[in-house]
């Protein structure tokens, strides 16, 4: 036979069998998805600083899909932010493609990668990839990921690849993992009422030298170790993180290393919960890109330390984790009165109890420094004693107490304190001390029909000056749900921005599609979660969100 036509032949037999093999993965595979657009059209107002904009009409729009036989399954994510909403445009995020693609293979024992993906080791100290579609933050690494399971409570990973920001993949990383269930890997401590856990890793990047002042090193390497120790109710939990020196636009290209440390503990039983956490950070903003600022080009996660307040006044002044240098705690108790008594009525009354305290840390300059004439750059720039504390940065008191009267009537009351550094934290203003009381009532009609109510006062004498807010919520469960608001900053020390803040919307679901439509005017601010934070700009106009799922 000819050799042309035996390669013809070959090439032709592994054609058949891809196609056939492909044939196969379609008919046995599942297709997923979802669609989400955001628009919103933009309204002229001078007062509250809602500015001019050239195109009034604009979008968020992206589509995910993903396929899945058996241990296979790929996906990707098309975006389009070509004419973003203001709020994304201000923070860069503009474009349109397909930055996030997967292919991945899954069995018992190994888990492999190919493409974008999201990661966390241990609690994000030292490596960190995820989104929050709401800040307009994705740091997802392209590249590849192994997680394999060798024995029965190991657990093995290792990364390598670049992380994304904004529309870009930069920098490069790698990482290692390891961790360990001894309750998993033992029989008998499995049986037991302890528990242990230990683990570990290991991370690096890369970003070549091209600075004509300092020397810098290229690859820059971050550790941690962490544990997890339990008895019966009992829980303790810690990890240490230490990065060698990695000079930043945002540490004064100083050569000093950084360290993270956090605790956690914690008591469970029926109807009562009690939970503690510190965390001190010091030098330890970890970036794949030294001049990057804001949210940009970040590698790790600081968690932070504070509640995270979900009503429209509690949250005006969120606290944003400072990983340069703080050192604070957060304590909750959380206790249910029973049922059938006095306080505690037929259904019971749910009483939270939360404290959350942040300074900065003591920094003592250096002579080197001195000797530089003051500035930090190319020195190891300061010391700092680790119990030592400088200027508070946050302070939160909080009650909340939750009663349901009867099957029509529930009741959620909150008190708040907060202390905010606006200087440190936002680098304008001074503290901002307000008290915070909040009602929320709702009254279930009947089986599908329920009224909530919702009032707030923020007092304060700094800043914009006081609040209130007060919305109205009608559910006709499960397609229709409309909604009234006013937020009103009768404090203004301005009279001209005593402004009402107000807003209508209605909302449909219909089987995997949900369509909201409003109208008013949004607060400029700062929105966090999860101690991450950007600011908001003002606005006025209609807003459009459509969600749906296959």
């Known amino acids: 036979m000819h050799r042309f036509t035996r390669i013809t032949l070959s090439a032709m037999l592994l054609a058949g069998s891809m196609l056939s093999y492909g044939q196969s993965l379609l008919q046995h595979g599942k297709v997923s998805g979802n669609i989400q657009m955001n628009a919103q059209y933009y309204i002229e107002d001078s007062i509250i600083g809602a500015e001019k904009v050239n195109n009034k009409v604009r979008t968020n729009t992206f589509a995910n899909i993903q396929y899945n036989n058996g241990g296979f399954a790929a996906g990707l994510r098309y975006e389009y932010y070509a004419q973003p909403l203001l709020d994304f445009e201000k923070i860069g995020y503009v474009g349109e493609g397909i930055p996030y693609y997967y292919f991945s293979y899954t069995t018992e024992n190994i888990e492999v990668v190919l493409g974008s993906f999201y990661e966390q080791f241990g609690s994000g100290l030292t490596y960190r990839s ?3 579609r709401n800040l307009g933050f994705d740091n997802a690494t392209r590249g590849i990921k192994i997680k394999a399971r060798p024995f029965k409570g190991i657990t093995l ?13 930069t920098g490069q990383i790698r990482g290692m993992d390891a961790d360990i269930s001894f309750n998993d890997m033992c029989p008998k401590i499995g049986e037991s009422p302890f528990r242990l856990g230990i683990g570990g890793n290991f991370v690096s990047k ?19 170790g962490r544990a997890n120790i339990g008895y019966k109710k009992f829980n303790i939990e810690g990890e240490y993180a230490y990065k060698f020196n990695d000079p930043s636009t945002l540490n004064n290209m100083i050569y000093k290393p950084g360290n993270a440390l956090l605790l956690t503990a914690s008591y469970a039983t029926k109807g009562l919960g009690i939970y503690l956490t510190g ?22 996660y600081i968690p932070t330390l504070t509640k995270e307040h979900t009503y429209a006044l509690s949250s005006m002044y969120a606290y944003s984790s400072q990983p340069l240098g703080q050192t604070g705690f957060q304590a909750e108790v959380q206790y249910k009165i029973p049922k059938k008594t006095l306080l505690g009525g037929k259904y019971g009354t749910d009483i939270a109890v939360n404290y959350s305290l942040i300074h900065g840390i003591e920094r003592d300059i250096l002579p080197e420094v001195q000797e ?55 680098g304008h203003g001074g503290n901002v001390q ?69 807003n209508v919307s209605g909302t449909f679901v219909h089987k995997a599609t949900k369509v909201t439509l409003g109208f008013g005017k949004q607060y400029e601010g700062i929105l966090c979660v999860g101690g991450v934070c950007r600011q908001v700009p003002a606005s006025y106009g209609m807003n459009l969100q459509v969600v749906t799922s296959f």
């Open 130 to 132: 995820y989104e929050d």
């Open 157 to 169: 990973t290792g990364i390598w690849g670049k992380q994304r920001n904004l529309f870009e993949y």
């Open 206 to 224: 890369y970003e070549a030298d091209n600075d004509p002042e300092y020397r810098l090193p290229e690859n820059v390497a971050a550790f941690s």
């Open 279 to 300: 965390l001190r950070t010091d030098n330890f903003d970890f970036r794949n890109k030294r001049t990057a600022l804001l949210n940009n080009h970040m590698i790790n």
């Open 372 to 426: 530089n004439g003051g500035d930090m750059g190319g020195t190891l720039g300061y010391s700092s004693p680790f119990f030592g504390t400088d200027l508070l940065y946050f302070e939160d008191f909080n009650v909340e107490v939750g009663h349901k009267f009867n099957k029509s009537w529930k009741l959620i009351m909150s008190y708040i304190y907060l202390d905010y550094n606006m200087s440190v934290l936002e």
């Open 434 to 502: 307000s008290h915070i009381v909040i009602g929320d009532l709702t009254y279930k009609i009947n089986a599908k029909n329920a009224l909530r109510m919702e009032l707030q006062h923020l007092s304060t004498k700094e800043d914009d000056g006081s609040w209130a807010y007060g919305q109205l919520e009608y559910s006709i469960a499960p397609k229709w749900f409309i909604s009234v608001l006013d937020r009103w900053n009768y404090g203004n020390p301005v009279e001209a921005k005593r402004v009402h803040y107000y």
